[in-house]
């Protein structure tokens, strides 16, 4: 079964959105229309595991029923506004809410599986010197509503509704690493992360879902122990100095703090390790003093490291490390016994690779937007191609 796009809340629709309300809030919504709470559970596996978007598929429901709930919900998706396939298959959704606020998702797909890059905000609170989204200002937080529409539109997208086995899925993965800082809008992702992971619904394990947080502290431990999903550090630098440079939140949350929050995380283990991002930048954090120094302040972790190699983006004031100097940083890692891939960039030629997500509410006509993504898929790719030059 594939929906169709469904309805579209506005900002003038006074019907409770069902999607986004935790099991015991969409249970009380529909006692307030006289029904029993099995009810919620047929409404619930209507609406995330079979994907339906309108009352009138819930065929297993009274006429009458459909009707009242016809009045007082719907079942919503966010609008797409954008949608755009990268060369590799990568594909970034530009997901446009009922404010006419906007935030971006991506998939990045693998040969038989591939893992959905969800955003928890509008723009970012932080300010990390490397990251395009975080030039864009803080907006709002999204809603769980908002946080699982994301999903649910990629599962419209690649039709895979009515939740397929993990076996058959190719949206088999979720990373909390879009647009914001996940912790700071920690509730409502929290209730987002609990529906999704529901086994009589979406049905993605927690084993499969990934939190990438900059280092807000006082909630780690939080989200261990109420959420259980593993857990990705955007480090970035060894150090102090250079970390408070690239990443303010760091002279709030230092690295001393920092890793004794990832040491207590809950559930962290040999078998479930702590990833720490690290983006590769020429000059600033890719050398093998930095690599050493980076072995010393995870000891007594156990973690493994996602090594980035930056992604430029219009008006970036940095470059990517060498191939070589990159290559060389995974191999002291490598032989001090920690796990060091070299991520491979996906979705360059559409600005949905790694810390390049950015969105604006411009109000843009057909051609002009046509006429900006062309523009920034030039850009983005005469910036690779002059780094491919050098290498």
């Not at 949206?171 to 987002?192: K, R």
């Not at 954090?285 to 973690?303: F, Q």
Request: aromatic share 6%; proline share 5%.
């Amino acid at each position: 079964m594939t929906p169709d796009s469904g309805h579209q809340p506005t900002a003038t629709e006074t019907r409770t959105n069902l999607v986004g309300l935790s099991r015991a809030d969409l249970a009380a919504a529909l006692a307030e229309l006289g029904e029993k709470p099995f009810r919620a559970k047929q409404v619930w596996h209507w609406i995330y595991h079979r994907g339906a978007t309108d009352f009138t598929a819930m065929t297993d429901l009274s006429k009458d029923l459909r009707g009242k709930m016809e009045n007082h919900f719907v079942v919503g998706r966010p609008t797409i506004a954008r949608e755009q396939t990268s060369t590799d298959r990568t594909r970034k959704w530009l997901m446009q809410f009922a404010d006419g606020q906007k935030a971006e998702t991506v998939f990045i797909p693998e040969d038989d599986r591939g893992a959905v890059c969800v955003s928890s905000q509008v723009g970012c609170t932080l300010t990390c010197r490397f990251c395009h989204t975080g030039t864009q200002r803080l907006v709002r937080n999204l809603t769980p509503a908002e946080i699982v529409g994301q999903f649910m539109i990629a599962r419209d997208s690649y039709g895979e509704w009515p939740t397929p086995t993990d076996e058959r899925r190719m949206l088999s993965n979720i990373v909390m690493m879009g647009m914001g800082e996940p912790l700071y809008n920690f509730d409502n992702v929290a209730t987002a992360l609990k529906i999704i992971m529901a086994d009589d619904g979406i049905a993605v394990g927690k084993r499969r879902i990934t939190l990438s947080t900059s280092g807000v502290v006082p909630e780690i431990h939080r989200c261990g122990a109420e959420l259980g999903v593993n857990l990705a550090i955007s480090l970035h630098a060894p150090d102090d100095d250079t970390r408070s440079v690239i990443m303010p939140i760091n002279k709030k949350y230092p690295l001393k703090e920092l890793m004794q929050a990832c040491r207590d995380y809950p559930g962290a283990s040999n078998a479930r390790r702590i990833t720490f991002e690290y983006v590769m930048l020429k000059g600033l954090n890719d050398s093998a003093a930095h690599a050493r120094a980076l072995i010393k302040l995870v000891k007594d972790i156990p973690c493994k490291f996602n090594l980035i190699p930056f992604n430029p983006w219009p008006g970036t004031p940095y470059e990517c490390s060498d191939a070589a100097a990159i290559d060389a940083f995974a191999q002291i890692l490598w032989d001090a016994g920690f796990t060091a891939p070299i991520r491979t960039p996906r979705g360059r030629d559409i600005l949905a690779a790694c810390g390049q997500l950015k969105t604006d509410s411009e109000k843009l006509s057909a051609k002009e937007q046509r006429g900006r993504d062309a523009a920034e898929a030039e850009t983005a790719k005469q910036m690779w191609a002059e780094k491919e030059a050098t290498v």
